[in-house]
């Protein structure tokens, strides 16, 4: 896998202990020369700021955002686009969302989905998966 995919509500817009911490493990995963693009449902705009910035701050190589592309998770175009922002297959990208039904949709089309419920245990399970050691 060289590619991940991340939903923002619902998984990186937590409390601020909790960005912090995703932070540090997305840096980590980047340093394993893993890309690394933000996928949501946001209609785009300028609500979607706080998003961009993840890009803005090289926290991501990519945003990807529903509203720009003119299609919403769980449909096959979403992902596409992330995986095309990344320049991976589907095949070689994990994504991360708390929507059992993205999630579904993203094993159909060939992603390794990871039901994100706490960081906790997302982090373990992104840690295995990209071969990375460390608390985070």
Do not use: H
């Not at 340093?31 to 803005?56: K, T």
């Not at 039904?101 to 089309?109: G, K």
């Amino acid at each position: 896998m060289r590619g991940l995919i991340v939903d923002y509500v619902g998984v990186l817009d937590g409390p601020e202990e909790e960005v912090k911490r995703w932070r540090t493990l997305l840096k980590e995963i980047k340093a394993a020369d893993v890309s690394i693009a933000i996928l949501s449902n946001d209609e785009g705009g300028p609500g979607a700021e706080p998003i961009r910035e993840w890009e803005f701050r090289g926290d991501v190589d990519a945003v990807i955002l529903s509203g720009d592309i003119g299609a919403e998770k769980p449909e096959k175009a979403a992902f596409e686009a992330a995986a095309d922002a990344l320049d991976l297959p589907l095949s070689d990208c994990v994504f991360v969302d708390d929507s059992v039904l993205n999630i579904r949709a993203a094993v159909d089309f060939g992603l390794l989905g990871l039901l994100y419920t706490v960081f906790d245990r997302t982090s373990v399970e992104v840690q295995a998966v990209f071969d990375i050691e460390g608390e985070f």
